[in-house]
Nanobody, 115 residues
């Protein structure tokens, strides 16, 4: 059974930092792309950042220069270091793993940034 388990969310003041982690298990094939998406109340889910197996990264314009995505291929784990957090970063953050067999999602972790 495929599982993506996120951790590291929480409540932080504006300007603070959080580090999200997501560990994937039960996936039989190599994970081509891992990423983070977020969904704020009343809004659609949006891309935050992605990283390929080879380490190429892509970021939403709104987080460039503040967030850093990384991954450990041996552990099937992806991280999101979030610095200089803003209230508009408040959302549920979802981990995603894309393989040739399918596209998988975690359950989400809440990030709340207070002003």
């Amino acid at each position: 059974q495929v599982q993506l388990v996120e951790s590291g969310g929480g409540l932080v003041q504006a300007g603070g930092s959080l580090r999200l982690s997501c560990a994937a298990s039960g996936i039989r094939f190599s994970i081509n792309v891992m990423g983070w998406y977020r969904q704020a109340p009343g809004k659609q889910r949006e891309l935050v950042a992605t990283i390929t197996r080879g380490g190429s990264t892509n970021y939403a314009d709104s987080v460039k220069g503040r967030f850093t995505i990384s991954r450990d291929n041996a552990k099937n784990t992806v991280y999101l270091q979030m610095n200089s957090l803003k209230p508009e970063d408040t959302a549920v953050y979802y981990c995603n793993a894309l393989t040739i067999a399918g596209n998988y999602w975690g359950q989400g972790t809440q990030v709340t940034v207070s002003s």
